[in-house]
């Protein structure tokens, strides 16, 4: 049985040529970056060499590139950095009610530290709904957090616009997004989404696991979450992981030249799935925007059947999916997510996110089409859900 890998949102596999790019950095050059001699000073300058081609990508300097451990270090890092360097202004934090766990997470353990926060709403197509943001802003909102583009839903956000409407209102407040869903499918220059603090995630764009990067616009302070260490600009204490930093940056680079057409072909595998899905299925509904969406991105609410059972169902037949964060997928209850657009109760477990990647292919998304819909004709014969 072939497999159909249709779970990329969760974790990419790296491309041929980013492990080619790191296989030397595995093998011999293995000096620690901090080191004074010659093999430390090979690791330190590939380093900087990387940190000055994702600066160039994202339309920043190199000195605003910081290296992390994963995506959600570096939105920690953002969040619990600005708050705990800032509290003296304000101890107020605004945030989406569907950022990722790790944007979440975080400011709920603010909130026990003493931090104000408020979780802004979106629409029933999981836009940001502006005029709610605005009047949540105060005085004392130090930081605004906004992901560029949903991990379950797929909902492109206007952050230039938002960036613009915020910055209107304060000049000084702080607006960070969450990219890692957005990158390879967006442009990031940080300059024109107007962003003071961006995080990005390797294992999302065909690069190694355990490498994320945050861009830190010159200017702001940030509290270290790990120390111990000088290392990244005395942001990030312990040893550089050469060759993930040297992958990541390849993938980035890949990522970003492969995005226009690669696009185009997700697009067209997307809007196809969806358009047989919905006619061959009664009852079901695609959740996100249907057109501000990512190329990548199909998210479907199925009426009479657990989204659980569907994932273990399709998984028989070689297909594998999710049912929503990866993060958040040993998890029961409806996701945070869904629950935010206003989906029915009886729909809230009943969502299935199938994400397209490089080698997904209209063979497989036919075969897809074909199966889907006779899983969940059994799964709704034997379901408690109706």
């Known amino acids: 049985m072939k497999n159909i890998y249709l779970d990329y949102a969760s974790s990419t596999y790296i491309d041929p040529l980013v492990l080619k790019k790191m296989t030397p950095y595995l093998k ?6 901090s080191s004074l001699h010659k093999m430390g000073r ?8 990387a940190r000055f081609d994702v600066a160039k990508i994202l339309n920043a300097k190199p000195e605003e590139i ?22 003296n202004k304000g101890k107020h934090i605004i945030v989406s009610k569907i ?16 931090f104000e926060v408020d979780y802004t709403s979106v629409d029933s197509n999981g836009l940001i709904k502006i005029p709610e943001l605005k009047k949540l802003i105060k005085p004392s909102t130090i930081l605004i ?36 869903q957005a990158t390879g499918a967006i442009t990031l220059n940080a ?4 962003v003071d603090l961006m995080s990005l995630n390797g294992s999302k764009i065909y690069g190694p696991k355990g490498i ?18 000088e290392q990244e600009k005395n942001l990030r204490a312990g040893t550089e992981n050469t060759p993930l930093i040297v992958g990541f940056a390849e993938a980035l680079k890949l990522a970003t030249k492969l995005m226009y057409k690669e696009n185009a072909r997700l697009v067209n595998l997307r809007d196809y799935f969806i358009k047989n899905v919905l006619k061959s299925i009664p009852n079901c509904r695609l959740n996100g925007h249907p057109t501000k969406r ?39 209850k409806p996701s945070h997510v869904i629950s935010a657009i206003n989906i029915s109760p009886e729909l809230s477990h009943s969502n299935i996110r199938f994400t397209l990647g490089r080698k997904t292919t209209k063979q497989e998304i036919d075969f897809v089409i074909k199966i889907l819909p006779r899983v969940v004709a059994k799964l709704r014969m034997i379901s408690s859900i109706k």
């Open 212 to 229: 994320g990067c945050l861009y830190v616009k010159s200017g702001i302070k940030l509290e270290p979450i790990i120390v111990g260490g």
């Open 66 to 87: 910081i290296f992390t451990g994963s995506g959600t270090e570096s939105d920690n890092l953002a969040i619990y950095g600005v708050a705990k360097s800032y509290k």
């Open 191 to 194: 300059n024109k989404l107007g």
């Open 28 to 33: 011999g050059y293995f000096g620690n970056p």
């Open 145 to 180: 957090s906004i992901m560029l583009a949903n991990n379950e839903i797929g909902t492109i956000q206007p952050i230039a616009e938002i960036s613009k409407i915020i910055k209107k209102i304060n000049p000084s407040l702080l607006l960070h997004t969450d990219a890692a």
């Open 42 to 49: 090979k690791s330190k300058s590939i380093i900087e060499k």
């Open 294 to 332: 990512l190329p990548s991105n199909i998210n479907i609410s199925i009426k009479g059947v657990e989204g659980e059972s569907l994932i273990l169902m399709l998984d028989k037949f070689g297909i594998f999916a999710s049912t929503g964060s990866a993060c958040g997928s040993s998890n029961l």
């Open 99 to 114: 950022e990722h766990s790790a944007v979440i997470e975080i400011t709920k353990k603010l909130e026990r530290d003493g």
